[in-house]
């Protein structure tokens, strides 16, 4: 098998990707009075959820043709992957209901479609939070000292939700 290993110019680049996951998830709060535009909010967070679980719990990256992927993973800045504590119910949906079309989506009843803030958003801001933290800590100092601004402002958003 063929081994992906990031190369200090892609960690940089990948930075700030996940910067954009993570600010995605702070600032695309649903809070208008139409709804359609509230979906659309709700979706989009919800996305960027998705995208950061598989960041923050996926200790190996994806294999095609014995071929590693170039998946983004925390361990690639040390910080080791871990279960986001979002309910299995909750992974599962984001999995099969938010961009995929599937039979299983259409039994589920109404009130199985929300969507709790404090069991989906809370959980993620809080990884997220613990990483941003340790890029502070661990990582940036040395790599980026110029970004330490920027992500300690970041924490400070999630802190305020």
Same mark, same amino acid.
């Given at each position: 098998? =063929? %081994? ?6 892609? $960690? &940089? *680049? ?9 600010? !995605? +998830?702070?600032?695309?709060?649903? *809070?208008? %009075? %139409?709804?359609? $535009?509230?979906? #659309? ?7 960027? +959820?998705? #995208?950061?679980?598989?960041?923050? /719990? ?13 998946? +983004?993973?925390? $361990?690639?800045? *040390?910080?080791?992957? !871990? @279960? ?6 909750? !992974?599962?949906?984001? %999995? &099969?209901? $938010? #961009?995929?079309? =599937?039979?299983? @989506? ?6 199985? =479609?929300?969507?709790?803030?404090? /069991? +989906? ?5 809080? @990884?997220? &939070? ?32």
């Amino acid at each position: 098998m =063929t %081994n992906f290993k990031p190369s200090a110019e892609q $960690l &940089k *680049g990948a930075l700030e990707h996940i910067y954009y996951e993570i600010a !995605q +998830v702070t600032e695309t709060q649903a *809070g208008t %009075n %139409n709804i359609a $535009l509230n979906n #659309a909010l709700l979706e989009s967070r919800l996305i960027h +959820v998705r #995208a950061l679980l598989d960041f923050f /719990q996926k200790s190996f990256r994806s294999v095609i043709n014995e071929k590693e992927m170039d998946d +983004v993973l925390s $361990l690639d800045y *040390g910080f080791a992957p !871990q @279960r986001v504590s979002i309910p299995r119910v909750y !992974q599962d949906r984001l %999995n &099969k209901d $938010l #961009a995929h079309l =599937t039979y299983s @989506r259409s039994l589920r009843l109404s009130k199985d =479609t929300p969507w709790p803030h404090d /069991q +989906v958003m809370l959980p993620i801001l809080e @990884r997220s &939070k613990q990483f941003c933290e340790h890029l502070i800590s661990n990582y940036l100092p040395t790599n980026y000292p110029e970004k330490l601004k920027e992500w300690q402002t970041l924490v400070n958003r999630i802190k305020v939700i």
